[in-house]
């Protein structure tokens, strides 16, 4: 193999990470492609990548990316993680395109365990993504299991963690203090786990009355975007309750409807406590990957809503990003109430 052909390599397989980024990567069986787009002038080598990366048969994927549909496709996994769980794609999507649609890829998982893995594997792949194109990842979170979830597996992953910025999706009008603060919950469970100094640590001032954090936190945002319309955050962390909301957007409330601010703030929350500020709609539907982490029976309705009913109007159902990816991890007790699962 010569200088080129090993350069030729090498790229096809940061193609083939792209286009399997949300795949653990173990013991892939099955993949259903379409054909077209150049795909078969390149699965040779994709195929010589990958099973030497995966230890599988290269005519696994070669028969694989044969198919003519685009559709669902199942991962076995090796030894404990669960051999259940599935990932389905849009009908007809092209390979190319698939990672710039909003159409959900949905992930439904047997353990808590496994969700943990799950997002170390891919919050580790979009990081590195993210320092390779700008040296920078600015990553996004939220509260309620996800700190749990990420306490478990981020302190393991391979990262740059001095070219990580993390900000709030939303965060509550309390001290730092008070075990309703998301960053002290973050503080508490993760940062003495992974090396992030504090300066990487964006967040808001919990001194100020809401509408001034909400305008102070948009000033912080804004000097790490700057000369940005919309701030394009790499990767958003959220999670939903069991009313469908996402952040501090509840369902039928008007900042539903804000259209010209990056962040919001409100003073009657429907869940305590009541002074809040949150990203708005047009900020969350601009960034590069948003994934949702649900669990429990008690989201299955919401759940269902979001994914199945075309003309939901909860808020969680209103983040589909315009020029990104957008995945939900489940526990099997949240998709209990899925169609397909």
Sequence with gaps: MNESERERGESLWCCVQDFFFHCCPVSLITIIGQEGGGIHKRIGWISYRLSCELNFSPG???GAVKSRSYGTYRIHHNNDLDDNA?????????VEEQTTMAKPSIRVCKSEDEISRFLGFIVEKKANEAIRKSQRFKIGVSGGSLPDFLAKTLPSIATDWSKW????????????????STY?????????????????????????????????YAGKIAQHFPNEELPRFDMLLLGMGPDGHTCSLFPEH????????WVASLTDSPKPPPSRITLTLPVLNNCSSAVFVCTGSGKAEAVKDVLENAKSRLPSALVRPHSGELHWVLDQSAAEKLSKT
């Design 184 to 216: 002290h919950v973050y503080n508490e469970k993760l940062m003495g786990q992974i090396p992030l100094q504090d300066e990487q640590i964006v967040r808001i001032n919990p001194n100020l009355s809401a509408a001034a954090a909400a305008s102070d």
């Design 86 to 94: 599935t990932e389905s794609w849009p009908d007809g999507a092209d």
């Design 60 to 62: 696994l994927i070669m």
């Design 165 to 180: 910025l993390v900000f709030f999706c939303d965060e509550r009008l309390v001290p730092f203090t008070d075990p309703e």
């Design 254 to 261: 008007k900042l539903l409807q804000e259209q010209g601010l």
